[in-house]
């Protein structure tokens, strides 16, 4: 299994980024739970958003909410994370897991499957 994050890069305040986050190495699994996590430096790795095995559920770290958008398209393997109205403080890197149940959770260590990350800076 592998998940690889594309997307990432420089991004003036209040600009947009559409992160991308792609499964290979065995089936999508559509019903599994996704997520996004990010990490700044010197900071421990922080929930951003995550989905339902279904996509029926999605939920937010309470800083994003209203400027982040988590989605998920299973017949490409893919899951994204829109990020707009982009602040200094989301300067991270981002990284997408996957979890083997639908169940979605704000917690790393339930994650089974990570990317390598992808690098976002938010310049003021």
């Known amino acids: 299994v592998q998940l690889v994050e594309s997307g990432g890069g420089l991004a003036q305040a209040g600009g947009s980024l559409r992160l991308r986050c792609a499964a290979s190495?065995?089936?999508?699994?559509?019903?599994?739970?996704m997520a996004w996590f990010r990490q700044a430096p010197g900071k421990e790795r922080e929930f951003v958003a995550s989905?339902?095995?279904?996509?029926?559920?999605?939920t937010y770290v309470d800083s994003v909410k209203g400027r982040f958008t988590i989605s998920r398209d299973n017949a490409k393997n893919t899951m994204y994370l829109q990020m707009d109205s982009l602040k200094p403080e989301d300067t991270a890197v981002y990284f997408c897991?996957?979890?083997?149940?639908?169940?979605?959770?704000?917690?790393?260590?339930?994650?089974?499957?990570w990317g390598q990350g992808t690098q976002v800076t938010v310049s003021s």
């Open positions: 190495g065995r089936a999508f699994i559509s019903t599994y739970a």
């Open positions: 989905i339902s095995g279904n996509g029926a559920i999605p």
């Open positions: 897991a996957q979890r083997e149940s639908s169940i979605a959770t704000t917690e790393p260590y339930h994650y089974d499957y």
